[in-house]
């Protein structure tokens, strides 16, 4: 139903950058001037479609699933895109994802989804091992 607000939102990082440009837009009298300076020129440009129903976008935005994946180093912004775009697909328009740095990790991920959780570090795998 959002599609084009969703692909604003990669992280939740993201989604609380969208939700407070929303609120910014909502609160305002003049949104022509807030989204000159206030607001990212990618969001005014989707959001300028929802004039009437910003109060709706945000709840949509705020109610996203949330999927966390623990990394071992900093992703590039390209990796991060990369990753979002595989977990929609299999998961759904409506997921953002929050990562977490662990360095203790070595390499791979943790993933938390809906109650359920998987490590799938090299760490994990050196310790089921006897290695580590």
Partial sequence: MYS??????LTTGDRELLVGEIDILVNNLY???ALKSEVR???AAVLGGYKDALPAV???VKRMREIKLGVAVELPQRAI?????????????DVVVD???W????????VYWEGRYGDFS???KLEDYGQL
């Fill in 4 to 9: 084009d607000v969703y692909g604003l939102v």
């Fill in 31 to 33: 949104m022509t001037e």
């Fill in 41 to 43: 020129s990618t969001a």
């Fill in 58 to 60: 945000r709840e949509a």
């Fill in 81 to 93: 895109e990369g990753i979002v775009h595989r977990v929609r697909k299999y998961l759904g328009e």
């Fill in 99 to 101: 990562f977490h740095l």
């Fill in 103 to 110: 360095p203790e990790l070595i390499g791979g991920a943790t």
């Fill in 122 to 124: 090299l760490k994990k």
